[in-house]
């Protein structure tokens, strides 16, 4: 007889294969239809808020693989909150203004100068809205939720009314001054760049050591004496107006060939060593302390001028010779004690680099190519002691990847000094994932300064400032009040197209303006201003958000960049931070470690990974990302974590195609009656479902990953599912025996669905739908299991019992390969227990614990082999095979020839 059909096998439309990439989108088109995210909305509302505020990214090119980690973890963090019981609205958001979208257009054949400034601003909305549309269609496409329809723009008119009223804050407590100060600015985007706008790579550079000659030396140095500078930047000579010393170093007098030379005292030997002179030519004919040069007049070698020297604490024996080359228009510290001895701030050279009339002879050179043209006209004028060239870090434009260079314009600054002490308290009550992350950003702060706010551009919020006739300044919060009201009902394009005038309030008057004339400022804001404000323009001004966010999150950059300026402008206006918590991912980098690269080959395209694998898979490389360090992907990575992605499917389709008879409602079986080996599974879950959420309280996406295949493979696969088989298909239907095991199956199979639904949230789903008995519309609107209490007790006896199995394991495998036994129900098993155990302590039967078909525990072993402490022996069962369970059995009726069966078997199929 064929006993096929007698036996209980999993039945189940759950498909091996997972279909993503025709699925996942048929899926989301479902749950926009449904209306989803609004339904999992209303579903907490009401409940305690959590508010993760999505930093902006750019609104200009395609998305890549570090836009799919950040979103994908903020919607992680999102679905985990959302299924604990947290309203948690999430507006994504994108930072639309600055030069890259003006290049773009540019680089699209757009003439701005053809056009006003309002045309082309027009332009610009028109060019970002295009790109914002792209890259939402493809963070929709990953699977991540959000208001996809209302997200916040930073062009948008309430947003910049909400960003002009954060400065005019700022304004009312005195932080916002003018002045010519060095900033760091692009010859190539025209423009003035913030710190977090640099990146530093090598440049080669020249590298000279430059004679002054001593024109007064105040009684303490001759004149005609060669006061010796080093410098790296030849082509800001002709700003210098002074040489900075050490008060407190000891400087030697030296003549060499005749002539008088002064450097540093600890620098003598190198300074000789570099410029290639003889030590033994060398005399030492005087000794002073930096602090007795002060006042002394050096003739400049190139112009009609003098240089004066100076003292300046930031002096070092580092490098170079200790009398240090200052040009207040070029450096900060140049500037701030240029400022203390009266230089003058000269910077004769204009947006493009190029050298004005003020730079003489150099008038038209651009800088760079005027630093080879200067070091001619020194060695002809007998300045110049030595030439060398060196490789070193310098800051580059972020944007264009040009050197950038320090110049001093006239440009609007927030003074970050008066806040500096309220911002780091404010830090102090921020929390950090990792502690060191915030003496990071602590040290940050300490270091900045004044940030300068203007930029030299068109595309952005103008400042909101005006000018009366006579060059007065007009600052005036009631003013900047009123742009911002014109700004909400009309868009900053009525700057550029009303007059200054018609800007003002009616009527408005001023000192400086008899004639009742004004002009208005034409720079706009630094975009880290526009993205530092939404804690303003979004969490503040949306009502169903608050301010301050539960936590902000993105890369590792942004401790320079958002998170940074948000901080200053929401302590600068509101006296808070905008965030509770901080946390940070790092970069992406090639399986090799290697950034990405077009010319490398060695990019991953986040798209191309979803229309050949799935979101679901792109996902799972997320969770097993250990986020906060940089991260790595390749093909074959992703590869990897596919073939992860079909066990867990896998595994989940023998869950469900062994559930598809079971009613949790009728069938289920209460946990004191369990069998014994089902309450340790049901222990074991409740543990990993326990640390699970932790896990995911703690953003540690990577031990779930971890620990999710150490229970599907080892401890449900490997185990338990294994184990199931024998009682799930030969069993009665409703024996007790089954039903345990099934009571269990259904709890790790519906509550590991939703453990796993903020990930694979279309798989989770998936599975749902296929789950029997359930009574939501989507897994995502269901809420996480909670945590439960672990019987230690019984998972420390049943790990006793586990060891040995292990054991058991073993002495079957040696036995299979010395061809004792084929498979595992082969076999017959006699064990001697390690010394104090009289049996495994558990409640089970051992032939089923170790899937063999005869086992026994017996006091002595002498033909037997111990495998760690256990004395085993494997023979071939004893018996005939039964042809329905496949065990091997000394039944009589089966023995005799009488029937095929076993007698348990028998009473199943007579049952039928």
Same mark, same amino acid.
């Given at each position: 007889?064929?006993?096929?059909?007698?036996?209980?096998?999993?039945?189940?439309?759950?498909?091996?294969?997972? &279909?993503?990439?025709? %699925?996942?989108?048929?899926?989301? !088109?479902?749950?926009?239809?449904?209306?989803?995210?609004?339904?999992?909305?209303?579903?907490?509302?009401?409940?305690?808020?959590?508010?993760?505020?999505?930093?902006?990214?750019?609104?200009?090119?395609?998305?890549?693989?570090?836009?799919?980690?950040? #979103?994908?973890?903020?919607?992680?963090?999102?679905r985990n909150k959302q299924m604990r019981g947290f309203y948690t609205?999430? $507006?994504?958001?994108?930072?639309?203004?600055?030069?890259?979208?003006? =290049?773009?257009?540019?680089?699209?054949?757009?003439?701005?100068?053809? *056009?006003?400034?309002?045309?082309?601003?027009?332009?610009?909305?028109?060019?970002?809205?295009?790109?914002?549309?792209? =890259?939402?269609?493809?963070?929709?496409? +990953?699977?991540?939720?959000?208001?996809?329809?209302?997200?916040?723009?930073?062009?948008?008119?309430?947003?910049?009314?909400?960003?002009?009223?954060?400065?005019?804050?700022?304004?009312?407590?005195?932080?916002?001054?003018?002045?010519?100060?060095?900033?760091?600015?692009?010859?190539?985007?025209?423009?003035?760049?913030?710190?977090?706008?640099?990146?530093?790579?090598? %440049?080669?550079?020249?590298?000279?050591?430059?004679?002054?000659? $001593?024109?007064?030396?105040?009684?303490?140095?001759?004149?005609?004496?060669?006061?010796?500078?080093?410098?790296?930047?030849?082509?800001?000579?002709?700003?210098?107006?002074?040489?900075?010393?050490?008060?407190?170093?000891?400087?030697?007098?030296?003549?060499?060939?005749?002539?008088?030379?002064?450097? $540093?005292?600890?620098?003598?030997?190198?300074?000789?060593?570099?410029?290639?002179?003889? #030590?033994?030519?060398?005399?030492?004919?005087?000794?002073?302390?930096?602090?007795?040069?002060?006042?002394?007049?050096?003739?400049?070698?190139?112009?009609?001028?003098?240089?004066?020297?100076?003292?300046?604490?930031?002096?070092?024996?580092?490098?170079?010779?200790?009398?240090?080359?200052?040009?207040?228009?070029?450096?900060?510290?140049?500037?701030?004690?240029?400022?203390?001895?009266?230089?003058?701030?000269?910077?004769?050279?204009?947006?493009? &680099?190029?050298?004005?009339?003020?730079?003489?002879?150099?008038?038209?050179?651009?800088?760079?190519?005027?630093?080879?043209?200067?070091?001619?006209?020194?060695?002809?004028?007998?300045?110049?002691?030595?030439?060398?060239?060196?490789?070193?870090?310098?800051?580059?434009?972020?944007?264009?990847?040009?050197?950038?260079?320090?110049?001093?314009?006239?440009?609007?600054?927030?003074?970050?000094?008066?806040?500096?002490?309220?911002?780091?308290?404010?830090?102090?009550?921020? #929390?950090?994932?990792?502690?060191?992350?915030?003496?990071?950003?602590?040290?940050?702060?300490?270091?900045?300064?004044?940030?300068?706010?203007?930029?030299?551009?068109?595309?952005?919020?103008?400042?909101?400032?005006?000018?009366?006739?006579?060059?007065?300044?007009?600052?005036?919060?009631?003013?900047?009040?009123?742009?911002?009201?014109?700004?909400?009902?009309?868009?900053?394009?009525?700057?550029?197209?009303?007059?200054?005038?018609?800007?003002?309030?009616?009527?408005?008057?001023?000192?400086?303006?008899?004639?009742?004339?004004?002009?208005?400022?034409?720079?706009?804001?630094?975009?880290?201003?526009?993205?530092?404000?939404?804690?303003?323009?979004?969490?503040?001004?949306?009502?169903?958000?608050? @301010?301050?966010?539960?936590?902000?999150?993105?890369?590792?950059?942004?401790?320079?960049?958002?998170?940074?300026?948000?901080?200053?402008?929401?302590?600068?206006?509101?006296?808070?931070?905008? @965030?509770?918590?901080?946390?940070?991912?790092?970069?992406?980098?090639?399986?090799?470690?290697?950034?990405?690269?077009?010319?490398?080959?060695?990019?991953?395209?986040?798209?191309?990974? +979803?229309?050949?694998?799935?979101?679901?898979?792109?996902?799972?490389?997320? *969770?097993?990302?250990?986020?906060?360090?940089?991260?790595?992907?390749?093909?074959?990575?992703?590869?990897?974590?596919?073939?992860?992605?079909?066990?867990?499917?896998?595994?989940?389709?023998?869950?469900l195609g062994n559930v598809n008879d079971f009613d949790p409602k009728?069938?289920?079986?209460?946990?004191?009656?369990?069998?014994?080996?089902? !309450?340790?599974?049901?222990? $074991?879950?409740?543990?990993?479902?326990?640390?699970?959420?932790?896990?995911?309280?703690?953003?540690?996406?990577?031990?779930?990953?971890?620990?999710?295949?150490?229970?599907?493979?080892?401890?449900?696969?490997?185990?338990?599912?294994?184990?199931?088989?024998?009682?799930?298909?030969?069993?009665?239907?409703?024996?007790?025996?089954?039903?345990?095991?099934?009571?269990?199956?259904?709890?790790?199979?519906?509550?590991?669905? !939703?453990?796993?639904?903020?990930?694979?949230?279309?798989?989770?789903?998936?599975? @749902?739908?296929?789950?029997?008995?359930?009574?939501?519309?989507?897994?995502?609107?269901?809420?996480?299991?909670?945590?439960?209490?672990?019987?230690?007790?019984?998972?420390?006896?049943?790990?006793?019992?586990?060891?040995?199995?292990?054991?058991?394991?073993?002495?079957?495998?040696?036995?299979?390969?010395?061809?004792?036994?084929?498979?595992?129900?082969?076999?017959?098993?006699?064990?001697?227990?390690?010394?104090? +155990?009289?049996?495994?302590?558990?409640?089970? %039967?051992?032939?089923?614990?170790?899937?063999?078909?005869?086992?026994?525990?017996?006091?002595?072993?002498?033909?037997?082999?111990?495998?760690?402490?256990?004395?085993?022996?494997?023979?071939?069962?004893?018996?005939?095979?039964?042809?329905?369970?496949?065990?091997?059995?000394?039944?009589?009726?089966?023995?005799?020839?009488?029937?095929?069966?076993?007698?348990?078997?028998?009473?199943?199929?007579?049952? +039928?």
């Amino acid at each position: 007889m064929d006993y096929k059909d007698t036996l209980l096998m999993p039945k189940t439309a759950f498909k091996m294969r997972g &279909g993503l990439t025709t %699925k996942e989108p048929e899926m989301q !088109k479902r749950w926009a239809e449904m209306n989803l995210y609004n339904k999992k909305l209303e579903l907490n509302e009401g409940n305690t808020p959590y508010v993760l505020h999505d930093g902006p990214p750019y609104a200009n090119g395609a998305l890549h693989v570090g836009h799919a980690l950040n #979103k994908i973890i903020k919607d992680f963090i999102n679905r985990n909150k959302q299924m604990r019981g947290f309203y948690t609205p999430y $507006v994504p958001g994108w930072d639309t203004h600055g030069l890259p979208i003006e =290049q773009a257009l540019t680089n699209k054949g757009v003439d701005r100068n053809k *056009m006003t400034v309002a045309e082309f601003r027009d332009k610009c909305i028109e060019f970002a809205n295009s790109q914002i549309d792209i =890259q939402r269609d493809g963070f929709k496409r +990953m699977g991540v939720d959000g208001i996809w329809d209302d997200p916040y723009l930073t062009y948008k008119p309430e947003f910049e009314a909400q960003q002009v009223r954060v400065l005019r804050d700022m304004v009312a407590k005195d932080l916002i001054y003018r002045g010519k100060k060095p900033v760091y600015w692009s010859p190539v985007s025209e423009s003035s760049l913030a710190e977090a706008e640099l990146e530093y790579k090598d %440049k080669r550079s020249p590298s000279i050591f430059v004679s002054f000659k $001593v024109m007064d030396g105040k009684g303490v140095l001759d004149n005609d004496v060669k006061l010796v500078i080093w410098t790296t930047t030849p082509w800001t000579l002709p700003a210098n107006e002074g040489i900075a010393v050490h008060p407190d170093l000891n400087y030697v007098q030296f003549n060499y060939d005749g002539s008088e030379y002064v450097i $540093v005292e600890d620098l003598l030997d190198s300074f000789l060593e570099s410029v290639e002179w003889d #030590k033994d030519k060398v005399t030492r004919t005087k000794e002073v302390k930096g602090s007795e040069l002060e006042y002394i007049k050096a003739q400049h070698p190139l112009f009609d001028k003098t240089s004066l020297v100076i003292l300046g604490d930031y002096v070092t024996t580092d490098a170079g010779t200790g009398l240090v080359h200052t040009a207040p228009g070029h450096g900060d510290d140049d500037y701030i004690i240029g400022r203390k001895y009266g230089l003058e701030i000269l910077s004769p050279v204009d947006d493009k &680099g190029v050298f004005t009339s003020e730079a003489g002879k150099y008038e038209g050179l651009f800088y760079d190519d005027a630093n080879k043209v200067i070091t001619d006209d020194l060695n002809e004028a007998g300045a110049l002691i030595k030439l060398n060239f060196y490789d070193h870090s310098y800051p580059h434009d972020w944007r264009t990847k040009t050197p950038v260079i320090f110049r001093a314009t006239p440009q609007w600054f927030a003074s970050i000094d008066k806040v500096r002490e309220e911002i780091i308290e404010a830090l102090d009550g921020t #929390k950090f994932q990792v502690e060191w992350n915030r003496e990071r950003m602590t040290n940050m702060i300490k270091n900045r300064g004044d940030w300068v706010i203007s930029r030299h551009r068109v595309w952005g919020v103008p400042l909101p400032f005006f000018y009366a006739e006579n060059g007065e300044e007009i600052v005036d919060v009631e003013v900047i009040d009123h742009v911002a009201n014109l700004f909400e009902e009309h868009g900053s394009n009525i700057w550029f197209s009303k007059s200054a005038k018609e800007l003002l309030p009616e009527g408005y008057t001023h000192p400086g303006s008899p004639n009742g004339e004004f002009t208005k400022e034409m720079d706009i804001m630094d975009v880290w201003f526009d993205s530092g404000s939404t804690h303003r323009g979004v969490l503040d001004y949306r009502d169903y958000l608050t @301010y301050p966010a539960d936590l902000y999150f993105e890369g590792s950059d942004q401790y320079r960049g958002w998170f940074n300026s948000s901080l200053i402008t929401s302590v600068a206006s509101r006296g808070v931070s905008p @965030y509770k918590e901080l946390l940070s991912h790092g970069f992406v980098m090639d399986g090799e470690g290697r950034k990405m690269s077009k010319s490398i080959g060695n990019v991953i395209d986040p798209n191309k990974v +979803m229309q050949q694998m799935g979101a679901d898979i792109l996902r799972l490389w997320v *969770m097993s990302s250990d986020f906060q360090e940089d991260v790595r992907v390749s093909d074959d990575i992703l590869k990897q974590v596919s073939e992860v992605y079909r066990k867990i499917r896998n595994t989940f389709r023998f869950l469900l195609g062994n559930v598809n008879d079971f009613d949790p409602k009728t069938d289920a079986i209460s946990y004191d009656n369990l069998e014994d080996v089902d !309450k340790y599974m049901y222990n $074991v879950f409740t543990k990993f479902t326990n640390e699970t959420l932790d896990r995911y309280d703690a953003y540690d996406y990577l031990s779930i990953y971890q620990a999710l295949q150490n229970f599907i493979n080892v401890d449900l696969s490997n185990f338990y599912l294994d184990y199931g088989k024998d009682i799930l298909y030969i069993e009665k239907q409703d024996s007790h025996i089954r039903r345990s095991l099934q009571t269990v199956l259904y709890k790790v199979l519906t509550d590991l669905t !939703k453990l796993l639904a903020p990930v694979l949230v279309h798989t989770a789903e998936d599975i @749902y739908d296929h789950t029997p008995h359930t009574d939501k519309e989507s897994v995502h609107l269901t809420y996480m299991p909670e945590k439960g209490e672990v019987d230690t007790e019984l998972l420390k006896k049943w790990e006793t019992a586990m060891n040995v199995r292990d054991d058991v394991y073993k002495a079957l495998e040696v036995a299979r390969s010395e061809k004792v036994i084929g498979k595992s129900l082969d076999a017959k098993v006699s064990l001697v227990l390690p010394e104090g +155990m009289t049996d495994l302590g558990v409640d089970t %039967k051992l032939n089923q614990l170790f899937i063999v078909s005869q086992a026994e525990i017996v006091d002595e072993l002498t033909d037997g082999e111990t495998y760690g402490k256990t004395t085993i022996k494997v023979e071939h069962a004893d018996g005939e095979k039964c042809n329905r369970c496949w065990n091997y059995v000394t039944d009589k009726n089966l023995v005799s020839g009488n029937d095929d069966v076993c007698d348990r078997c028998r009473d199943v199929v007579d049952s +039928m």
